[in-house]
């Protein structure tokens, strides 16, 4: 059964003096108190400095990518064409050295862009044809996004996983062929729209000039 406090219980709580030297949150000798309620201020100080300097993070980020492709713009090698191009289908979007590094940089503010990496890892590694360099290369593309121990570790389903490590006393450069399809799919349905509708990706469009670009169907 729950006792109700006496008179001398709650005398020995600590107090919530707003003086500087009892001050529950550690402004003073004491480092915080039982107070609830200057707790949770505190906490909730401390978790919204941190949504603002996240957001201030990405923000400066966002603006770096605006601006280096603007400089290109600029300079003739992208427009807003190209740009604008970017929603008419995902394979245009990849398609761009452009479009790869502003749909990165959105995959890196969502903490997805391993998934991207692995796929550029990929189509890379159909481009080798020396043999000792494709085991090389498979071996540290396996390292980096297949193995269950690296923090950068795509999520494909266990038959592909299964089928990967049947292949690895002999792979060849089409090895992670299933895995990169289903890591294209998951880009494609997931990230891609979001992409479309993103800040990032709409304020460059507005940097740029107006545009009409045609959805995906």
């Known amino acids: 059964m729950r006792r109700r406090l006496s008179h001398?219980?709650?005398?020995?709580?600590?107090?919530c003096d707003s003086?500087?030297?009892?001050?529950?949150?550690?402004?003073?000798?004491?480092?915080?108190?039982?107070?609830?309620?200057?707790?949770?201020?505190?906490?909730?100080?401390?978790?919204r400095n941190k949504d603002k300097d996240m957001c201030s993070s990405r923000r400066a980020s966002n603006v770096s990518t605006l601006g280096s492709l603007q400089k290109t713009e600029e300079s003739g090698r992208v427009s807003l064409t190209e740009v604008s191009s970017w929603a008419v289908s995902f394979n245009t979007l990849l398609e761009s050295p452009?479009?790869?590094?502003?749909?990165?940089?959105?995959?890196?503010?969502e903490h997805s862009d391993e998934n991207m990496l692995f796929w550029q890892a990929c189509e890379e590694l159909k481009t080798v044809t020396h043999k000792a360099t494709i085991a090389e290369r498979v071996k540290q593309i396996y390292l980096d996004y297949i193995s269950i121990l690296s923090p950068k570790e795509v999520s494909i389903d266990a038959t592909v996983r299964e089928t990967i490590n049947r292949n690895m006393s002999a792979p060849t450069a089409y090895v992670f062929?299933?895995?990169?399809?289903?890591?294209?799919?998951?880009?494609h349905r997931d990230s891609y729209p979001r992409f479309l509708n993103s800040?990032?990706?709409q304020s460059l469009l507005r940097s740029l000039g107006p545009a009409h670009p045609v959805a995906e169907c």
């Open 19 to 47: 003086s500087p030297d009892s001050s529950p949150c550690g402004r003073g000798a004491h480092p915080c108190c039982f107070c609830w309620c200057c707790c949770c201020s505190c906490s909730c100080l401390t978790v």
């Open 199 to 201: 800040p990032l990706y």
């Open 8 to 15: 001398k219980d709650s005398r020995a709580l600590p107090s």
């Open 177 to 187: 062929n299933d895995a990169q399809a289903q890591i294209y799919a998951l880009m």
């Open 98 to 109: 452009a479009g790869r590094a502003v749909f990165m940089e959105f995959l890196r503010s």
